[in-house]
């Protein structure tokens, strides 16, 4: 079993910055592909970013291509998401997932085996 605990989430004022954090705990060895996710209230969760185990593959989704980053640093077993130039419509709960089949990355939340409790982000106007 993997443990995912998300952290960094807040109050920001649109245009601004947040770094998200998600450390894992238990038997990180078999986490493969992460991803973030998201969702906002009365919408349906949506995939935002992944990455693949050792990072060499990283996929986003159009929506934040350009202003987010996903990294990760599997010494500390933990995948980050910096997000910058916020909008309103980025505020949602942010939920990090981990896969312990696939090595890439995906956009589908059926694929992923572990979640985390989330994070929230509350972005201004």
């Known amino acids: 079993q993997v443990q995912l605990a998300e952290s960094g989430g807040g109050l920001v004022q649109a245009g601004g910055s947040l770094r998200l954090s998600c450390t894992a705990s238990g038997r990180t060895s078999s986490m493969r592909a992460m991803g973030w996710f998201r969702q906002a209230p009365g919408k349906e969760r949506e995939f935002v970013a992944g990455i693949s185990r050792g990072g060499g593959s990283i996929y986003y989704a159009d929506s934040v291509k350009g202003r987010f980053v996903i990294s990760r640093d599997d010494a500390k077993s933990t995948v980050y998401l910096q997000m910058s130039s916020l909008k309103p419509e980025d505020a949602a709960d942010y939920y990090c997932?981990?896969?312990?089949?696939?090595?890439?990355?995906?956009?589908?939340?059926?694929?992923?085996?572990?979640w985390g409790q989330g994070t929230q982000v509350t972005v201004s106007s």
């Open positions: 997932a981990a896969d312990d089949r696939a090595n890439f990355p995906t956009s589908r939340i059926y694929e992923y085996d572990y």
